[in-house]
């Protein structure tokens, strides 16, 4: 198998976790405060990937050079994080989702400013159709709201956050000097959730951690160990063996992984014309493998 086939299939695994984070962060976004949730996500999936780094590769000094590093990254993705629960108070998961899948065609533009990787036509045309893809499944197939380009508090909020999770991406290989994933998600880890225990104290203080919902301690395992914990390691592996727009492309996936995810809860699958954004956005993820298939393992 090669490099790359690894990657594409790390970010395959990757779309499906993610999509559950939707679903359940719905669930407890307005049961505790974004900060306070974000810090201990960050610090139990910082226990969980210490433990796995010291089972495999270990963790020496001179994979910890330029810290600085770690807390670009950390800051980065513990961002995006608080603005997801921010807009998940009241955005609906599917079309937050179809924000998530606008990160390729940000990814494209900041991968080309700090790596100069190039975008092709055929990639271009791609990232076009995903995003129209999503605007569509954003405004809920409604094409009043289109034409009135009305779009929600919350996914603008998301917006956002998916601009820094755009920046992330091109940045794990620009700084990254050579040290395994698992461990430089460690450093990320440990530095994202320093400066978000930082930024919420106070809401992590005022959170009465005993009293939480069930619901609450279920979210967010799941967001440490699946959503945080293994997204974080498949996507700096991918990253890695793949151009910053290709892999956040597997990001087009995660609306109908969220309509799989919200129909196995029970909570029923969306208008049927919100399904024409989502078969855009798996036709651009085809597209972009394709056009990675003719021009070589990539």
């Not at 603008?156 to 940045?171: D, E, K, R, S």
């Not at 959730?193 to 809401?203: C, N, T």
């Amino acid at each position: 198998m090669s490099e790359a086939l690894r990657g594409h299939l790390a970010m395959l695994l990757f779309s499906a976790l993610v999509a559950g984070s939707f679903s359940l962060g719905v669930m407890v976004a307005n049961e505790i405060a974004p900060a306070a949730l974000n810090a201990a996500r960050f610090g139990i999936a910082a226990v969980v990937i210490g433990v796995a780094a010291l089972a495999t590769t270990g963790l020496q000094r001179a994979h910890f050079r330029a810290p600085w590093r770690f807390a670009v990254l950390g800051g980065l993705f513990g961002g995006y994080f608080v603005l997801m629960f921010y807009g998940l108070q009241t955005a609906a998961p599917v079309s937050a989702a179809a924000v998530f899948t606008l990160v390729p065609l940000m990814s494209a533009v900041f991968g080309w400013l700090l790596l100069r990787q190039i975008t092709t036509g055929w990639m271009a045309l791609a990232l076009a159709i995903g995003a129209a893809g999503a605007v569509w499944v954003i405004v809920r197939g409604d094409p009043g709201a289109l034409a009135a380009f009305e779009i929600g508090q919350g996914e603008v909020i998301y917006f956002w956050g998916c601009v820094l999770h755009a920046i992330y991406t091109p940045m794990v290989r620009k700084l990254n000097r050579g040290e395994p994933a698992v461990v430089f998600t460690f450093g990320m880890l440990l530095a994202g959730g320093a400066l978000l225990a930082v930024f919420g104290w106070q809401d992590i203080l005022a959170t009465n951690w005993s009293q939480l919902p069930g619901i609450v301690w279920i979210g967010l395992f799941y967001l440490a160990v699946c959503a945080s914990s293994a997204t974080f390691v498949l996507l700096q592996y991918a990253a890695m063996r793949l151009p910053s727009a290709k892999v956040m492309a597997y990001t087009y996936l995660t609306p109908s992984w969220v309509i799989l995810w919200e129909i196995a809860l029970g909570r029923g699958a969306p208008p049927g014309l919100v399904l024409i954004g989502v078969a855009m956005s798996v036709v651009a993820l085809v597209m972009l493998l394709e056009g990675a298939r003719s021009r070589g393992p990539a």
